[in-house]
C-alpha cells in the first residue's frame, strides 16, 4: 500500500481544476454606528422650547413659526414638537398650531 502516491495524484488533480472568480462582490464587514447625536444639547433644547410655551401660555405656533422663533432646523423642529405632543406636554390643534394642553 503505496498511500504518497496516492494523495500526491489527488493533489495534483487539484492543481488542475479551473479557478472561478465570485459573480456577486464580497460583502463588507460593516463597522458600528457612531452615535453622534448630544443627548445633553438635544434635552437642553427640548426643555428650552417646552418652557417658551409656559412662559408665554396663550401662544399658539405652526411648526413654521417655531422653526424661526428658536432658530432651529425644520426637521429638528418637528421632531422636538413631535415628542412634547406625544409626551402631552403640548397639544396640535386641527389648524396645525402647537400650544399648551390647557390653552383653550
Partial sequence: MNTGTSIDARLSKLNDLPIKLLAAPVARLSLPAV?????AARLALLHRICNEFHEMPGIALTQQQATRLFGIADEVCARILTRLVNDGRL???????????SAA
Fill in 35 to 39: 452615535d453622534r447625536r448630544n443627548t
Fill in 91 to 101: 397639544r396640535r390643534s386641527p389648524d396645525g398650531r402647537f400650544r399648551l394642553p
